[in-house]
């Protein structure tokens, strides 16, 4: 309901004001354009779905591959840790064109984008869950004759769940902005080059409709995220799992 009244207010303003279509088009305005460039626009969001799972599953890989081995080791820690803060610092947008220049135009610099400005989290987020271990659970096992590699099997890595699908949903966006953000500098499919060329000819409805499309994309995969949550880590939560 929020988001229709959102719409409706939009569309209002647009029209009492006398808005221009190539400043702010009205809702209606953009879903026409929908409809018009339907066929444009699913081909390059298929597009964009691709290369933003590509390289979201690799952040995950090696999220949670870098997130175990920091929060298992105190030396990986101490010597791993302040080169991602250092590495995640850095702005995107000024690694794209490196990776054009390396890879060239096409699917390997949106993939490898949407894997570096989505895997940081995940790291940070399954290193906290198992750095932050009961002591007590801990003592527990080894007094059973327990080694640190069972304490990380049995608690570790359970208690890490709920953190690592937090850091999931925040991650799929993420890929998509890094996606999006490869395309409009360097690529030659997918939403973000839709957005520009449509961009170039002052086609405001159909740079809106594009962001319409990776919003509905990203919601999409959020929803299933929060699916998938809820049937694996339901008993981390007392209650209904809040989004």
Same mark, same amino acid.
């Given at each position: ?5 959102? +719409? ?9 004001? %006398?808005? @221009?279509?190539?400043?702010?088009? &009205?809702?209606?305005?953009?879903? /026409? ?10 081909? %390059?969001?298929?597009? #964009?779905?691709? #290369? #933003? ?11 949670? +591959? ?9 030396? !990986? ?18 690694? *794209? ?10 699917? *390997?610099?949106?993939? *490898? ?9 995940? !790291? !940070? ?6 750095? #932050? ?25 359970? @208690?890490?769940?709920?953190? +690592?699908?937090?850091?999931? /949903?925040?991650?799929?966006?993420? &890929? ?5 953000? &490869? ?10 080059? +839709?957005?520009?060329?449509?961009? &170039? ?5 159909? !740079? ?24 694996? *880590? ?10």
């Amino acid at each position: 309901m929020v988001a229709i009244g959102m +719409l409706i207010l939009w569309e209002l303003v647009c029209r009492l004001f %006398h808005i @221009r279509e190539f400043i702010l088009p &009205a809702p209606s305005i953009i879903a /026409k354009a929908l409809a018009e460039y339907r066929i444009p626009i699913l081909e %390059h969001s298929w597009w #964009t779905l691709i #290369t #933003t799972l590509l390289g979201f599953g690799f952040a995950i890989i090696v999220g949670v +591959l870098l997130g175990v081995a920091i929060g298992f080791s105190t030396l !990986v820690y101490t010597g791993l840790y302040p080169l991602l803060i250092g590495f995640n610092a850095i702005p995107k947008v000024a690694l *794209v064109p490196i990776l054009v220049l390396w890879f060239g135009i096409g699917a *390997v610099p949106v993939v *490898v984008t949407s894997f570096i400005i989505s895997f940081f989290p995940i !790291v !940070v987020n399954v290193s906290t869950g198992i750095a #932050t271990t009961e002591p007590e659970l801990a003592d527990v096992l080894r007094s059973l004759g327990a080694s640190r590699l069972d304490v990380l099997r049995k608690v570790g890595l359970p @208690r890490s769940m709920p953190y +690592l699908f937090a850091s999931l /949903k925040i991650a799929i966006t993420l &890929a998509f902005v890094g996606s999006v953000l &490869a395309e409009t500098m360097g690529g030659n499919s997918g939403l973000g080059f +839709l957005m520009v060329t449509a961009a &170039a000819r002052f086609d405001m409805a159909l !740079v809106f409709g594009g962001l319409a499309a990776i919003a509905v994309m990203a919601v999409g995969l959020f929803v299933i995220c929060v699916a998938i949550e809820r049937r694996m *880590v339901r008993w981390a939560f007392r209650g209904e799992l809040v989004m």
